[in-house]
């Protein structure tokens, strides 16, 4: 779905119940219809990110936006409660920006037989037709859940029964070396940045790839790469 621009637009698309990612509204306004609107967002939980008028004329280009722009979900969301119920690998990016790198990650995710990809609400990329052109298709297959909180989604994975695997630079367990146990969520951190400190102290296990060299880390995609398929190798049948 291409942006959305002006309040009617927004507006009917929000009561469809159309795959919406975030909506823009400019600083300073106000008016029971724009308030309509962050209502509508309030209860289908979309994020609303508030703008300078500058920042969404140059969004819109030339279409009249009213000070309110939408941005469409390449793909709906999946519920947490239902992947983690079936069971199977979960995948959780904690604040992955770049469309590029989460599509190519859902598709390894894919490729390697994961269950379901978690991505946070905030700071995180989400659903966009660049990221489902990046994907080659793998959306059809892998659901993705997005979660107000990475940390309170680990705690949830926790009560149905998964141990948690975080990848970062810190870990003590070597990537080939490490015993999978079942039902396994690999927690993989956002560009430049690595696992947030709280989320690594949710992990029940922090793991390394190793790297010669002068590199002080891989892509987070290529990263995805190496992990998941060293699951796919070893994990218990």
Known sequence: MSPLAGIHPVREALRAGRPIEYVLIVKGAGGPRLQELIELCRERRIPVRFESREHLDRTSGRTPHQGVIAFGAAEKYASLETTAAAGGLHVILDGVEDPHNLGAIVRTAHAAGAAAVVIPERRAVGLTDVVARAAAGALAYVPVV?????????????????????????????????????????????????????????CDFLVRIPLAGGVASLNVGVAAGVMLFEWRRRAPK
């Open 146 to 202: 997005r979660v107000t909180n990475v940390n309170r989604a680990l705690e949830e994975l926790k009560k149905n029964g998964y141990w948690i695997y975080g990848l970062d630079e810190r870990g003590e367990l070597v990537y080939d070396q490490v015993e999978f146990v079942k039902p396994t969520a690999i927690v993989l951190g956002g560009e430049g940045k690595g696992l947030h400190e709280q989320v690594a102290k949710h």
